[in-house]
């Protein structure tokens, strides 16, 4: 089990994170969500043990997680650590950075957990293709297999598909998050993408001003978003009488006193999101067909 307890970090002049608690158990999957610049690579490098905390304690298990004044190698043995930014050999194979953790005493075993990891991350057919020649997604993919080569205890992703593109996202959101489980690898992941978590987390934070505003579980604050921020986590979403209803939970019907006039209609696949005015507001909802700019819709509530 990872214990946070009560982190507070700034860099030179500004404070970063203040009082910051909670639990992650062996296992688990927790997903940091905020916005850009609310602290959350931070918090993933503290975890790691990158710099020194201005108070409070991290603890694996018993052991307590240091920073670089009591530490000569930054990162514990059983956690790994996958940067924004991520550290590989360029002039080296896919393979080779894969199994850079790996012992060279049985090449055997050595190789087959490489296929493994390739399969994974679905980078099979790039086995012998140099690092530098991947795009920048390949990259990333190639980040994380070795970061789970050695089957860490707990597995730190720092926006782990954000250069990966929709095409592959889907799958490999799947195949990595499986074997974590599988495997009862702790992560954390630090996201801005609801798909991450809402079928990946046990349980998300949110971080704002510092502070943690929400932590629970992925359902619960999709159901009872206390805040606009959370709210717009989830996507687009409308504040009728002091309440938070998300843009499909408005539906059309013959008659209602939530009257709203069409602006424009936005094809999205398989509904329309339309935007409308209801009493001078911007309003959104979502509709099976395109309305006309002009007409009037009326609404319910439907949760
Ligand atoms: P996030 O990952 O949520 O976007 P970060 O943890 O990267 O947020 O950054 C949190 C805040 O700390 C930002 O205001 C950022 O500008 C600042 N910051 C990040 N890294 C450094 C650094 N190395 N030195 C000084 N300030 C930093
Ligand atoms: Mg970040």
Redesign the pocket.
């Given at each position: 089990m990872l214990q946070v307890k009560k982190i507070s970090f700034r860099?030179?002049r500004?404070t970063?994170l203040n009082n910051i608690s909670f639990i992650v158990k062996a296992g688990e999957h927790l997903s940091i969500i905020?916005?850009?610049?609310?602290?959350?690579?931070?918090?993933?490098?503290l975890l790691y043990g990158t710099y020194d905390l201005d108070k409070g304690h991290i603890f694996w298990k018993d052991e307590d997680i240091l920073g670089p004044k009591h530490n000569l190698i930054i990162g514990p043995e059983f956690m790994k650590y996958v940067a924004?930014e991520f550290d590989l050999m360029p002039f080296t194979t896919v393979a080779e950075n894969i199994g850079t953790f790996l012992s060279n005493f049985y090449p055997e075993e050595k190789q087959e957990r490489i296929n493994e990891l390739l399969e994974v991350v679905e980078l099979v057919a790039y086995k012998d293709v140099k690092v530098k020649e991947l795009s920048g997604g390949q990259k990333q993919r190639v980040a994380l297999a070795k970061a789970i080569a050695r089957q860490p205890e707990i597995i730190l992703l720092?926006?782990p598909f954000s250069h990966i593109d929709n095409f592959k996202k889907q799958s490999l959101r799947r195949s990595l998050f499986k074997y974590l489980k599988e495997k009862n690898i702790s992560c954390i992941v630090?996201t801005h993408d609801k798909d991450d978590v809402l079928s990946f987390s046990d349980n998300m934070i949110v971080?704002h001003n510092t502070k943690i505003i929400a932590n629970n579980t992925p359902k619960h604050l999709y159901n009872n978003p206390e805040n606009k921020l959370i709210a717009s986590f989830f996507g687009e979403f409308n504040e009728i009488n002091s309440k938070f209803v998300y843009a499909n939970q408005l539906k059309v019907v013959d008659h209602s006193n939530l009257k709203a006039i069409v602006k424009q209609s936005y094809y999205k696949g398989h509904y329309y999101l339309i935007e409308a005015s209801l009493n001078g507001k911007t309003i959104f909802f979502e509709h099976d067909i395109q309305l006309k700019k002009g007409n009037n819709a009326f609404l319910n509530h439907v949760s």
């Open positions: 860099y030179k500004k970063v905020g916005e850009s610049g609310s602290g959350k690579s931070t918090l993933l490098k924004q720092d926006e630090a971080l």
